[in-house]
């Protein structure tokens, strides 16, 4: 019985893949996560830092591209073959996967099948040193949960005022505002896939996506943010002052962007959930392997029963998280985009991120006082887990938008 894999269909290349990424995992990802988390913010990024020296060995074996169909570089890998591989990479370090991964939102402005979208994402792919790093940006400092409510009433209320807009010029946009301190890989990237408001009159859905290079008059950014979970991911924000980009920058306009985004939520959540299993799987491995070797009482921890059914909650939890999880990303990529359901990947990401801070939670519990000490490392899972709960919006946002979409779309059983 291999356990965490009830899935009967692996073959032998998805076993393959993951145990290749099982060992980086292990091996180069955790280390370097550990060494990181007490480093910081500016020095996780600073020139010479282990963080550029795990992009370079994370880039090569192309890990930074695992979403990406071969057409541009990528590596053609099925919805399965993405989750397997990400809940491995996340075992290591949940940071340093989304460090990865700022640009797997690509994937939606791919949909837009823009030529010009190539031009950022073929080099990106064909990146082998981790020196090209891109970022999505949504958050604003005054609008979070604002900006991923699709659906919901409150993203179609142009009272609400966006902080970031963009106006057209002729055959250019410009754009003015910030986007907030919260955008993953925001100090350090080359370019950027920019959510802003274009159509102030419908609030938060008249707004496009734009991808372009950061390299242009009136771009600034921040200093990076210091948090208490997820430190070794660099995050910061980016400021505009009449920041000029071509007209075909936009590759989701305001008619497009609320179903766009929602089917951007439909594939980013579940992967979050994703992240998340892998995460408490961690954090089970390691109270597993405690309570084989501590003793109290006469016997090893493992031997008592409340410990064994604390074991047990933890497993089950792991094994229904990534069962939804998965099924929810290797669903809503297998569909067009407008045949998604957001929902299954809002159940998913709350769902699993919960789970996570559960299972870090009894993790620490099995440790008991050494749980605390950061001689061991469920405590750096437990403050990793605590961010899931609002990345990629946060969980009671994301259950209100999804409740509101199960209650008014859920049919009528007789
Ligand atoms: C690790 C991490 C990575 C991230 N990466 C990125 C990134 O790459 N790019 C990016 O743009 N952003 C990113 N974010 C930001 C993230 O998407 C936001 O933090 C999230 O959407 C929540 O927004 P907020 O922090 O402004 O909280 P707020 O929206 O201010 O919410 C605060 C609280 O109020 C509740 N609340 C808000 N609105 C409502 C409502 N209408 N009804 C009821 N309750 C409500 C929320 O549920 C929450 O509990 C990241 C965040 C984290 C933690």
Redesign the pocket.
């Known amino acids: 019985m291999n356990f965490f894999d009830l899935n009967l269909d692996l073959g032998p290349e998805d076993m393959d893949l993951k145990a290749t990424a099982a060992t980086f995992a292990r091996e180069v990802m955790r280390p370097t996560a550990v060494e990181l988390d007490l480093m910081s913010p500016e020095e996780v990024i600073a020139a010479g830092s282990p963080f550029w020296s795990f992009m370079a060995k994370a880039y090569k074996l192309g890990y930074h591209k695992l979403p990406f169909p071969e057409a541009v570089g990528g590596l053609g890998l099925t919805p399965l073959q993405i989750s397997i591989i990400m809940e491995e990479l996340a075992w290591g370090s949940f940071g340093l996967t ?1 460090a990865l991964n ?1 640009t797997l939102d690509a994937a939606v402005a791919l949909e837009a099948g823009e030529d010009f979208v190539n031009q950022f994402t073929i080099p990106y792919c064909s990146c082998t040193d981790g020196s090209v790093v891109g ?5 604003e400092p005054d609008h ?3 900006t ?2 699709t659906g919901y009433p ?1 993203f179609q209320d142009p009272s609400i005022k966006a902080q970031c807009r963009a106006r057209r010029d002729g055959d250019e946009y410009v754009i003015n505002g910030q ?2 301190a ?3 890989g925001g100090t350090i990237s080359k370019s950027i896939l920019l959510m802003c408001q274009v159509d102030a009159s419908k609030g938060h859905a008249g707004s496009g996506i734009f991808i372009f290079s950061l390299d242009r008059p009136g771009v600034s950014k921040g200093k990076a943010l210091d948090k208490l979970g ?1 430190r070794e ?1 660099n ?1 910061g924000e980016i400021y505009f002052d009449d920041v000029r980009v071509p007209k075909k920058a936009m590759v989701v306009g305001p008619d497009h962007y609320e179903a766009a985004l929602a089917a951007h939520l439909s594939l980013t959540t579940p992967m979050v959930g994703v992240w998340s299993t892998g995460l408490a799987r961690a954090a089970f491995d390691e109270a597993l392997n405690y309570s084989r070797e501590r003793q109290q009482g006469g016997k090893l921890l493992v031997e008592h029963p409340n410990v064994q059914e604390k074991l047990f909650r933890m497993f089950r939890t792991v094994e229904a998280s990534r069962q939804l999880c998965r099924a929810a990303f290797v669903y809503n990529w297998s569909k067009p985009p407008e045949k998604r359901a957001p929902e299954y990947g809002f159940a998913a990401k709350t769902f699993a991120t919960q789970a996570a801070l559960d299972v870090t939670s009894d993790a620490i519990q099995i440790l008991g006082g050494n749980g605390l000490s950061r001689e061991y490392v469920v405590e750096k899972l437990f403050r990793d887990a605590r ?1 899931t709960l ?5 969980n ?2 994301l259950a ?1 938008a999804g409740g509101h979409s199960v209650a008014g779309t859920y049919p009528r059983k007789p």
């Open positions: 989304l700022t970022c999505w940006a949504i958050t979070g949960s604002d991923l409510m409150s986007k907030a919260w955008v993953s997820a991911l995050q961010a609002i990345c990629d919006g946060s009671d946002s209100i």
